[in-house]
Every structure is written in C-alpha cells, then in structure tokens.
C-alpha cells in the first residue's frame, strides 16, 4: 500500500470510528471500501464532500472505492437525524441524476485507468427492484431481530422525538435495505468496509451483521466526523440554502466565496479535509496564517484549492476577478465578462429599477439614470452635485453630467451598473 489510510485519516481530522481490526484488515492487500450517496437532486452538494474525500484517500491508498448510488433507498427515506421522510422519484428522475452524480464524482475519483483499483459506480436500485416483499423478509429480515434494530440511536431518536407521526415502517426497515447493500456488495465484489458519516454508524454495523449472520463473513466500518462551523451554523449551508457542486445551482463565484469567507478556526480544520496538500505542506501554511491572520492565506489557499477540483483553473480566475470587482480596482470590461449568474451573484441585494429598452436605445442622461428614472439618488439636485464632484460611475468608470447611457453599457445585454463613491451601488434592469 503507498500510505495507510487510517493513519491519513486522523491526521486530517476525518476519522471518528471505526470497528477493531479495521487498519490491519487494510494493510493486508488491496481492499474495496463503499460509500452511500443519496440520488434526490442532481448534484452533490458540498456536504457530500467529506465521505467522497474519504474515497479519493482511500484510492490513493491502493484500495478499491465504490460509490454506491442508494437508487432503492433514496426512495425509502433514512431516519438518521431527519424529522421527515424523503419525497419518492421515479425511476427515470433517478438515472439522469446518477449519470449527473457520476460526472461529478469522476473530478475525484478515477472510475477509467485499468488499475486493478479504479472506482466503480453501482446503484442499489439494480439488485432491489426485483426482491419481493416476501424474498426480502425470509431471506434478510429473519437474522436481524426488532430488539436489534430498536437500539439503533437513530430509531430511538426518531422514536422518542415530539413529532406526532412517529416513525413509517417504511423508515424503520431502512437499516435493513441498507445492511442488504453491504451483504451485497460484500458477496457480489468483495467488498469489506463501509464508510460515512458518524450518524450512519447503526446503519452500516447493521450491515457487518448481515454479513457475519448470513454470509459467515466479516465485514468493518469505519466513520468520519460530521463536519460543523465553529460559530454553530450549520456547514454547507447559506441564506440561499445548500453549497451545491453545480455551477448551475451554486455559481463558481458563491463556491469561492463560501470558502473564503471561513473563520480562521474553521479554515484550519477544512484545509485538512478538503484539499490533498501535504502535512508538511498545511503545517506550514497554518503556521504562516497564525503570523499574518490579516493576510488570510490560509482561507485563500482552501477557496483556491477546492474550487479548482470542484470547478476548474478557468473557473478560480473568473471567481478572483468577480471577487476584485467589489473589493478591488477593476474596469468596464472584466464586468462584463461576467456571465448573468456570476452578475447577480456579485450583486446581490443591490437595488434595481426597471427601464425601457427604448430610452437606453435613444440614450439614458445621467440625471435620469441616478434620480427622475431610478430614485437612486434623492432628487434631481443632488444627482448633478454627485456628477460634479466626479463620484459616480457607470460600470466602474467615472463619469459625467454630460454623460448618456447607451446599449454599449448594457451588460450581458440587460444591466447597467451604477455607484456612487465606493460602495454604494445601484443595478439598471433593462426591459426586453
């Protein structure tokens, strides 16, 4: 084996758990390992990413990953730490989102080379749709007992909760389905250690049951810490919701931003999970922020080295150009290479008017721009003594009263952005 994955795992600061015997097991030969993703949407969102990580260290270690998509069980819905069930797709919603997941997964994971490791992609779906009820509880349901599957914390939890609707048999028999994955997985490609979250710790033991039960076999887990903020926010998530690994969902430039704006704290423990630089490497760019925090390279070093696995080099340079144009000197023409998304997203919250294509066509005078049209500016009167006084811009170059905006300003044919002095701005929305 090149390293061992446990041990890179703890410096990292992303093992939590793990079953007796499971770094000796690793050491031994090659071994395949399998992560459960949930297929609901079509992108993985940066809270999937830890488990993922977890793969990509456990392939560079020699092993075999799996990714598993839970096409069966993300029908089912999994009570660890939710109040509510998951809504249900069809089938169809369930393969564009896997080859959508498969995508992603593959800027990780190395799913083509002819190496005996490379990963492979499987999805439960394929060998459950066929079990009939009665298969499944002869054949599973029998070797694990109601006693066993109540101690579970997660069904205790959902049990014990104020939520009146209690808990779906549906919901209950999930560890089931899920432990069926591991035997599965475990018969069909040998595959002995399931990873995820702390919170699936009952599932995945469920799972080495199964195994040992049914199978006479031995199967390990192994879980990682779920990820927190030091200020007690939830990670992954902003005002707009999740952090997706779309670009359509969450622009490259909100990517980068979420990243950058990390405390010092948290940035010291997400470099260690989320980039593949060396011990040496991170220890001493911890060691370097400590002594400038102001400098914040540490945030600037992780904002550039996810978005860059996550997105692309192409992509981190739009994000640092998008980023200089509120917080730097920055001209006409890099805001408008911004595309639409990156746009808004730079600007969000900024004020908006409505104007007629046809009075940017003849020409928009600058009195009109600031206050008749947009009230941007309180009246008419303190629009020219801002002109005069060389603080306004129309898409970040100083201006004039004699000044007209025409369809040359027009930004991705729809925007104008005006500002007075260095932060106040105000967007034009042209009408079609």
Sequence with gaps: MSKNFVEELKWRGMLHDFMPGTEEHLQKEMQSAYVGIDPTANSLHIGHLVSVMMLRHFQLSGHKPFALIGGATGMIGDPSGKSKERNLLDETTLRLNQEALREQLSRFLD????????????????????????????????????????????????????????????????????????????????????????????????????????AGGKGFALTCPLITKADGTKFGKTEGGNIWLDAHRTSPYRFYQYWLNTSDEDAEKYIKIFTFLSKSQI???????????????????????????????????????????????????????????????VFDGVPQASILKTEIEAGLDMIGALAAKTQFLGSNGEARRELKQNSISVNKEKVGETYRISKNDLINNKYVLLQRGKKNYFILVVDK
């Design 111 to 214: 799913f083509d080379s002819h190496e005996k490791n490379a990963a492979v992609l499987v999805n439960n779906y394929d060998w459950m749709k066929d079990f009939s009820f009665i298969d499944f509880i002869r054949d599973v349901g029998k070797h694990i007992t109601v006693n066993y599957m109540m101690a579970k914390d997660s069904v205790k939890k959902r049990l014990s909760s104020e939520d009146k609707e209690g808990m779906s048999f549906t919901e209950f028999t999930y560890q089931l389905v899920q432990g069926y994955d591991f035997l599965h997985l475990f018969r069909e490609h040998n595959c002995s250690l399931q990873m995820g979250g702390s919170d699936q710790w009952g599932n995945i033991t469920t799972g080495t049951e199964l195994i040992r039960r049914i």
């Design 283 to 345: 220890e001493g760019l911890i060691n370097e922020h400590r002594q400038a925090p102001h400098q914040r390279s540490l945030q600037k070093t992780l904002a550039k080295e996810i978005t860059i696995m996550v997105h692309s080099e192409q992509d981190l340079k739009k994000a640092e150009m998008a980023s200089s144009i509120l917080f730097g000197k920055s001209t006409s023409k890099e805001l408008k290479e911004l595309d639409e998304n990156t746009f808004l997203d």
